[in-house]
Nanobody, 129 residues
Framework: QVQLEESGGGSVQAGGSLRLACTFSGSAFRTLDVAWFRQAPGKEREFVAGISVNDRHSYDVVSVKGRFAISRDNPKNTVWLQLDSLQPEDTAVYYC??????????????????????WGQGTQVTVSS
């Protein structure tokens, strides 16, 4: 059974940075495609960034605008999301999700939250102006 846990959230001022971590238990990490989603108050949960089993990266271009970076550390069973130049509109609960796309890394897959089998509880990111 795969379990994952997010950490690294907090409160920062606009322009600040945070580094979120999604840490996995179990031995299946290397076979998992992983993504970060976020949900702001009163809004639907949305895709932020994803990373495939073979290290392909994808981002929501509009919301991220080159400010975030996703990476994975297989020996540590961890996926990182570096958040730079944070703005108040980035305030949200950030969720880590994982699944196995069987080698098909396509936007129709990785952007669709219904296709993810495993989810964390989320970590709060609050950005003040």
């Amino acid at each position: 059974q795969v379990q994952l846990e997010e950490s690294g959230g907090g409160s920062v001022q606009a322009g600040g940075s945070l580094r979120l971590a999604c840490t996995f238990s179990g031995s299946a990490f290397r076979t998992l495609d992983v993504a970060w989603f976020r949900q702001a108050p009163g809004k639907e949960r949305e895709f932020v960034a994803g990373i495939s089993v073979n290290d392909r990266h994808s981002y929501d271009v509009v919301s991220v605008k080159g400010r975030f970076a996703i990476s994975r550390d297989n020996p540590k069973n961890t996926v990182w999301l570096q958040l730079d130049s944070l703005q108040p509109e980035d305030t949200a609960v950030y969720y880590c999700a994982a699944t196995q796309f069987g080698g098909i890394w396509a936007s129709s897959n990785y952007r669709d939250q219904s296709k993810y089998r495993f989810w964390g509880q989320g970590t709060q990111v609050t950005v003040s102006s």
